[in-house]
């Protein structure tokens, strides 16, 4: 898979060459590309924003900077992600979806975001036509100062999906089995007995089948915590 991360900070994506993921990459399982927006600035002051038409608070990003950035990124069977707090709710499917891609986009916005016009642009059928595919997407009801860190979220929660990243295969399967897609049960290991704390005596039966029901008991219990 190819991800490509389009901001003015490719400083934020330093930690892609981290554990699990630097890994992957070294493997060439994944590759990274990072490009700074800021060197398609062509105006005098390299500036990349502007003050929004209709007025209000705070600057919009200029839409032809971002078009010379993308451009050369929008291949045939693309799906560009577009980071913004009133995106869809980024959740475990997604993540399973876009895990089949072969080439990711992510425009990371600062400021008030990015002139709509270019989500409009590469959503129309020139692009959609050659199978690429525009997603506003936020990866929670909170506001962040930019899509950067959204970014780091998609692509590890994205790549631990890929066949050969997670060292243990066993760790997915067992996640699939779950409806949420996430292992929910409490986990123990050595030693038996911490701080007066004992590890529940089932755990330690060697009773796979009953271990099995427990697990999926006390799952079911902490769902009905959350809710
Ligand atoms: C600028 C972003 C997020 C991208 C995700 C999430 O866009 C804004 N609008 C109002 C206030 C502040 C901003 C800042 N901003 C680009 C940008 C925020 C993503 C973002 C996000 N994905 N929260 N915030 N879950």
Not at 84 to 99: H, I, W
Not at 146 to 173: K, Q
Request: aromatic share 8%; hydrophobic share 40%.
């Amino acid at each position: 898979m190819k991800i490509d991360a389009v901001t003015i900070f490719p400083d934020y994506f330093a930690p892609l060459q981290l554990s699990l993921l630097g890994k992957a990459s070294s493997a060439g399982i994944v590759s990274f590309g990072i490009h700074d927006l800021r060197s398609f600035a062509t105006n005098n002051h390299h500036a990349v924003d502007d003050t929004p038409y209709g007025g209000g608070a705070g600057m919009v990003m200029l839409p032809e900077i971002w078009g010379l950035a993308l451009d050369p990124l929008m291949v045939d069977d693309t799906d560009l992600i577009i980071l913004t707090p009133a995106g869809k709710r980024f959740d475990q499917p997604m993540a399973v979806e876009l895990s089949k891609a072969p080439h990711l986009v992510f425009a990371c916005g600062r400021y008030e975001g990015i002139d709509d016009r270019v989500r409009a642009h590469y959503s129309s059928h020139q692009y959609s036509s050659r199978n690429i595919r525009v997603h506003e997407v936020s990866i929670g009801d909170y506001v962040l100062g930019g899509g950067e860190v959204a970014s780091l979220v998609m692509i590890e929660a994205i790549t631990r999906l890929l066949p050969g990243v997670l060292g243990n295969p066993d760790s997915l399967s067992e996640e699939s089995h779950n409806e949420q897609g996430y292992l929910e049960y409490p986990n123990y290991t050595k030693p038996a007995v911490w701080r007066d704390i004992q590890v529940p005596e089932i755990l330690l039966s060697g009773n796979h089948g009953e271990i099995a029901k427990w697990r999926v008991a006390q799952a079911k219990k902490r769902a009905a915590d959350n809710l």
